[in-house]
C-alpha cells in the first residue's frame, strides 16, 4: 500500500497520536511510516501494524508522502527535519508537534514553499481525549487544514489560532496542562493519605474526583466557578478548603507563575 504519512518520532506523543489515528477509520496502518532509531518504539508501532525503520535513510526511494508529522524533541528536531528536505518545497504537508520551534526554522530547513503545521497536541490524545492546536502557514490549503483537523479530530478536539506567537501560550496551558492535573492527583492522593485514607482509597478518591469535576464542567455547560459554588456551602467544609487555596489568590498566582515558566521555557525552545 502506498505510504501517506511519515512519522518522525514515536515515543510519548507520536505514539499517543498514531495510536489515535489507527484505531480510527481516518487512516490505515499500512499508510504509515514510522521513522524512529529506538528498537522498543518500533516495535510497538509494528504492533499496530505500521511499518516502522530505525532513520530516514529507511524511507523507500519512491515514498511520496503527503503528510510528514515531526514529533522529536526540540532539541533536536533541526536535524531530524533536514532528513526531509527533499520533500520540501512541494506537495507534502510537514506537521510539527514540537514545544518551540517555528514555522520560520521548518522553512528555512526545507524551503521556503514549504506547506507547514504546527500543532500542540498533548498526551489524552491516546484515549481520544486530547487538546489539539493548530497554526498553519500562509502555504497551507484550506483543503489540506481541513484534512488534517480531521486527522487529528480522531485523537480529540482540534482549534486553530491565526497568531504563531501564541502557541508558547497554548504550549503553557494545555500542551503541559495534563502534568499539571496529574500533580494535582498526586497532592490530592497524599493528602488523603495525610488525613487517614489507605492509600489505594485515597488514590481512588482523588482521581474520580478529578475526572469527574472535568466532566461534569465539560458536559454541564455551566461556568466552572458556578459549579463551585454549587459545592460550597456557607461556612461549610468546601469553604474552609477553599479559604486556603483562594485566600489572597494564593492558587490562582501559583499557576499563573508556573503558566509563565512554561511559555518562558517555550520561546526559548524556540531560539
Ligand atoms: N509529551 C508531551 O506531552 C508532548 C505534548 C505536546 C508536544 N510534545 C512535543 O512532542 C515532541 C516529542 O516529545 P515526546 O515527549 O514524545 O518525546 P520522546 O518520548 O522522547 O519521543 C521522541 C522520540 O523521537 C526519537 N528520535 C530522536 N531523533 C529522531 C530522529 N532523527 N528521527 C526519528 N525519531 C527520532 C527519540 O529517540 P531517542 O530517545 O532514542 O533519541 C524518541 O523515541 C517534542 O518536540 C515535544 O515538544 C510533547
Given at each position: 500500500?502506498?505510504?501517506?504519512?511519515?512519522?518522525?518520532?514515536?515515543?510519548?506523543?507520536?505514539?499517543?497520536?498514531?495510536?489515535?489515528?489507527?484505531?480510527?477509520?481516518?487512516?490505515?496502518?499500512?499508510?504509515?511510516?514510522?521513522?524512529?532509531?529506538?528498537?522498543?518504539?518500533?516495535?510497538?508501532?509494528?504492533?499496530?501494524?505500521?511499518?516502522?525503520?530505525?532513520?530516514?535513510?529507511?524511507?523507500?526511494?519512491?515514498?511520496?508522502?503527503?503528510?510528514?508529522?515531526?514529533?522529536?524533541?526540540?532539541?533536536?528536531?533541526?536535524?531530524?527535519?533536514?532528513?526531509?528536505?527533499?520533500?520540501?518545497?512541494g506537495?507534502?504537508?510537514?506537521l510539527?508537534v514540537?514545544?518551540?520551534?517555528?514555522?520560520?526554522?521548518?522553512?528555512?530547513?526545507?524551503?521556503?514553499?514549504?506547506?507547514?503545521?504546527?500543532?500542540?497536541?498533548?498526551?489524552p490524545?491516546?484515549?481520544g481525549?486530547?487538546?489539539?492546536?493548530?497554526?498553519?502557514?500562509?502555504?497551507?490549503?484550506?483543503?489540506?487544514?481541513?484534512?488534517?483537523?480531521?486527522?487529528?479530530?480522531?485523537s480529540?478536539?482540534?482549534?486553530?489560532?491565526?497568531?504563531?506567537?501564541?502557541?508558547?501560550?497554548?504550549?503553557?496551558?494545555?500542551?503541559?496542562?495534563?502534568?499539571?492535573?496529574?500533580?494535582?492527583?498526586?497532592?490530592?492522593?497524599?493528602?488523603?493519605?495525610?488525613?487517614?485514607?489507605?492509600?489505594?482509597?485515597?488514590?481512588?478518591?482523588?482521581?474520580?474526583?478529578?475526572?469527574?469535576?472535568?466532566?461534569?464542567?465539560?458536559?454541564?455547560?455551566?461556568?466552572?466557578?458556578?459549579?463551585?459554588?454549587?459545592?460550597?456551602?456557607?461556612?461549610?467544609?468546601?469553604?474552609?478548603?477553599?479559604?486556603?487555596?483562594?485566600?489572597?489568590?494564593?492558587?490562582?498566582?501559583?499557576?499563573?507563575?508556573?503558566?509563565?515558566?512554561?511559555?518562558?521555557?517555550?520561546?526559548?525552545?524556540?531560539?
Amino acid at each position: 500500500m502506498t505510504i501517506k504519512l511519515i512519522l518522525a518520532g514515536c515515543g510519548n506523543m507520536g505514539y499517543a497520536m498514531l495510536a489515535g489515528w489507527v484505531k480510527s477509520t481516518k487512516l490505515k496502518a499500512a499508510e504509515v511510516l514510522v521513522v524512529e532509531p529506538a528498537e522498543a518504539l518500533r516495535s510497538r508501532a509494528e504492533a499496530l501494524d505500521c511499518l516502522a525503520v530505525a532513520d530516514a535513510t529507511g524511507i523507500p526511494a519512491d515514498t511520496k508522502p503527503e503528510l510528514v508529522v515531526l514529533a522529536v524533541k526540540p532539541q533536536v528536531i533541526r536535524e531530524a527535519t533536514a532528513a526531509y528536505k527533499k520533500f520540501g518545497n512541494g506537495e507534502t504537508t510537514f506537521l510539527s508537534v514540537a514545544a518551540g520551534t517555528p514555522v520560520a526554522t521548518f522553512a528555512a530547513i526545507l524551503g521556503e514553499r514549504t506547506p507547514i503545521v504546527r500543532c500542540m497536541p498533548n498526551t489524552p490524545a491516546a484515549i481520544g481525549k486530547g487538546m489539539m492546536v493548530m497554526f498553519s502557514n500562509s502555504l497551507v490549503s484550506e483543503t489540506t487544514k481541513k484534512d488534517v483537523a480531521d486527522l487529528l479530530s480522531s485523537s480529540g478536539a482540534v482549534a486553530a489560532i491565526d497568531d504563531e506567537v501564541l502557541m508558547d501560550a497554548v504550549t503553557a496551558v494545555s500542551g503541559s496542562g495534563p502534568a499539571y492535573i496529574f500533580h494535582f492527583i498526586e497532592c490530592l492522593t497524599a493528602a488523603g493519605e495525610h488525613a487517614g485514607l489507605p492509600i489505594q482509597t485515597a488514590k481512588l478518591l482523588a482521581m474520580q474526583t478529578v475526572y469527574g469535576a472535568a466532566a461534569l464542567a465539560a458536559e454541564s455547560g455551566e461556568e466552572p466557578g458556578l459549579l463551585r459554588q454549587q459545592v460550597t456551602s456557607p461556612n461549610g467544609t468546601t469553604a474552609a478548603a477553599l479559604g486556603v487555596l483562594m485566600g489572597g489568590d494564593r492558587l490562582k498566582n501559583l499557576v499563573a507563575e508556573a503558566v509563565e515558566a512554561a511559555r518562558a521555557r517555550s520561546v526559548e525552545l524556540g531560539k
